[in-house]
């Protein structure tokens, strides 16, 4: 059997008055993501994840703020090219898991909601997508409350093994 595996990384400056969406669903929240696309810090580093796993670089590679073509850009249209460039090279998506580092608001409500919309653009069964969410214990700038971050992990396989 062939096996990767992936971790990602990303993180975005919050700021008054701009929409906050993380996982793909816009949270209610006086602050959001500084960003040139929508700031989906959570889908940015499961892209991460997903494209280092078979040595494709990362998002900005592909994706460059510096191109018009990605201003404010829905970033589950990002995730589903990932997803497109690794179907299209014989790789399929086994799972994936993501954590997201935010001190305000509180994240569990949208949990659900998060994970089936990230399966539903990865054609995934939701059970193969995990989203938790943690604070920082007020340290640091996601204590502050002056950024979020999150981590991704994902496993793939070649098509033909699930």
């Known amino acids: 059997m062939d096996f990767r595996v992936g971790n990602g990384y990303d993180v975005h400056q919050l ?10 669903v816009k949270i ?12 989906d ?41 990932v997803v497109e460039m690794i179907r299209d090279r014989g790789w ?11 001190q305000k608001p509180k994240i569990a409500p949208f949990v659900p909601r998060m994970r089936q919309a990230l399966a539903d653009v990865m054609g995934l069964s939701v059970d193969r997508v995990s989203v938790k ?18 981590y991704a992990t994902c496993l793939l396989t070649t098509i033909d093994r699930i």
Not at 28 to 39: L, R, Y
Not at 95 to 100: A, G, I, P, Q, S
């Open 133 to 150: 969410a943690t604070t920082t214990e007020r340290l640091g700038f996601v204590g502050r409350e002056e950024g979020v971050a999150a």
């Open 15 to 24: 700021a008054e008055g701009l929409p906050l969406v993380l996982g793909g």
């Open 41 to 81: 810090v959570l889908i940015h580093a499961l892209c991460d994840a997903l494209l280092g796993a078979l040595s494709l670089g990362d998002i900005g590679q592909h994706f460059p703020d510096t191109s018009d073509d990605y201003k404010g850009i829905d970033s589950k249209i990002l995730l589903a090219r």
């Open 28 to 39: 209610p929240h006086t602050k959001g993501c500084v960003a040139h696309s929508d700031g």
């Open 92 to 102: 399929s998506v086994v799972n994936v898991d993501v954590t997201l580092l935010a």
